[in-house]
């Protein structure tokens, strides 16, 4: 779940509450540059997909991302979201005053690790949106390896 909480309020008794109230996964919240929208992905559809919800909640949300989505980020402008695909491409939609937003294109094909978790940030990009730094996998991970223990119940013996 995503939760909001306000800053600089007056007396300092600012209380967090949550910024969507849906049974559904909420998750890798990101607010654009001018705060007046927020970028996130939830499972509201089944699948995990990018929104963008207007802040201060209002009726007016769009659905980013069409084939499945996750970790949006915001181009330092606004003029661009940036986030991964199902299938680990990293994509880009542009945003236009109203706001509007584009189709998504594919930027190029990432190596992040696999699945959608609230515990990773893999990618964050920079603020002209040319460059990206990603956390990415760089070999395939070592096998875990196994303790065989024979004649284990001799231990139990005293």
């Known amino acids: 779940q995503l939760w909001v909480l306000p800053l600089g309020s007056a007396g300092g008794d600012a209380k967090p509450f949550r910024f969507l109230d849906s049974s559904a996964d909420q ?42 989505g996750f970790e949006p980020r915001w181009r330092a402008d606004g003029r661009e979201l940036y986030y991964l695909s199902e299938d680990r491409k990293l994509m880009a939609v542009s945003v236009s005053p109203g706001p509007s937003f584009g189709v998504p294109v594919v930027l190029f094909q990432t190596r992040v690790l696999p699945g959608v978790t609230a515990q990773r940030v893999r990618f964050v990009p920079a603020r002209d949106g040319k460059r990206f730094l990603i956390n990415t996998q760089t070999g395939e991970p070592p096998p875990n390896p196994i303790t065989v223990v024979l004649n284990w119940t001799s231990g139990l013996k005293k």
Do not use: C, L
């Not at 705060?35 to 929104?51: D, I, K, M, P, Q």
């Open 27 to 68: 998750m890798h919240g990101n607010f654009s540059p001018d705060g007046h929208f927020v970028a996130y992905s939830s499972n509201e559809s089944g699948r995990f997909e990018v929104h963008v919800q207007t802040f201060p909640i209002s009726d007016r949300k769009w659905q980013i991302s069409t084939t499945g």
